[in-house]
Nanobody, 122 residues
């Protein structure tokens, strides 16, 4: 069992930056690939980025490349999402999730955090 808790969301002006954190409790954090997803009101949950258990490989949604970066610190059981040059369309609830496989599909993820709200004002 893995419990995930996100933090770091908030209100930011367009062009600003935020760092989201996701702390995991439970064993074998490094065994899980970790993903970040987001969901805006009235829209489906959307893949943002993910990272392998070792942290050696990442992959992101094409539309977000260059602005969003994922990283992890396995010693701290934490995965991060650095978001730069934020836009109003980035406004959403951001979720971290854990999986034993390599996938961009939300249904592939076994464990989810409660989400953290990111609001970008114009």
């Amino acid at each position: 069992q893995v419990r995930l808790v996100e933090s770091g969301g908030g209100l930011v002006q367009a062009g600003g930056s935020l760092r989201l954190s996701c702390v995991a409790s439970g064993r074998s954090f490094s065994a899980y690939a970790m993903g970040w997803f987001r969901q805006a009101p009235g829209k489906e949950r959307e893949f943002v980025t993910h990272i392998t258990g070792s942290g050696g490989y990442t992959s992101s949604a094409d539309s977000l490349k260059g602005r969003f970066t994922v990283s992890r610190d396995n010693a701290a059981n934490t995965v991060y999402l650095d978001m730069n040059n934020l836009r109003p369309e980035d406004t959403a609830v951001y979720y971290c999730a854990a999986t034993n496989i390599w996938s961009r599909e939300p249904r592939a993820y076994n464990y989810w955090g409660q989400g953290t709200q990111v609001t970008v004002s114009s």
